[in-house]
């Protein structure tokens, strides 16, 4: 079994900056062979899209909307990884969401953080 445990969500003013972190716990196995570490968020009344993930060579993926405002990055040791978000507007509003595997059907996810951009 693999857990993700997420933290970090809140409400931010426009312009602010959140960190999210998610670290995972349970078989190493499977937190190694499972594929890319990351980010996905949805938005009411939106499907859920992908924000950053990062495999543990270190290939990175950013949704489109991100261009240059977040940077995801992982420590191995600890399977762990964060997203640094910046310059947080508030169509950044979302249940932020992390996952392991690759958002696929066989992938795991987390609980779910909020996070509130206020305008």
């Known amino acids: 079994q693999v857990q993700l445990v997420e933290s970090g969500g809140g409400l931010v003013q426009a312009g602010g900056s959140l960190r999210l972190s998610c670290a995972a716990s349970g078989s190493t196995f499977r937190i190694v062979t499972m594929g890319a570490m990351g980010w996905y968020r949805q938005a009411p009344g939106k499907q859920r899209e992908l924000v950053a993930s990062?495999?543990?060579?270190?290939?990175?993926n950013y949704g489109e909307f991100v261009k240059g405002r977040f940077a995801i990055s992982g420590d191995n040791a600890k399977n762990t990884v964060y997203l640094q978000m910046n310059s947080l507007r508030s169509e950044d509003t979302a249940v932020y969401y992390c996952?392991?595997?690759?958002?696929?059907?066989?992938?795991?996810w987390g609980q779910g953080t909020q996070v509130t951009v206020s305008s």
């Open positions: 990062i495999t543990r060579g270190g290939s990175i």
């Open positions: 996952n392991l595997g690759g958002g696929g059907g066989r992938s795991i």
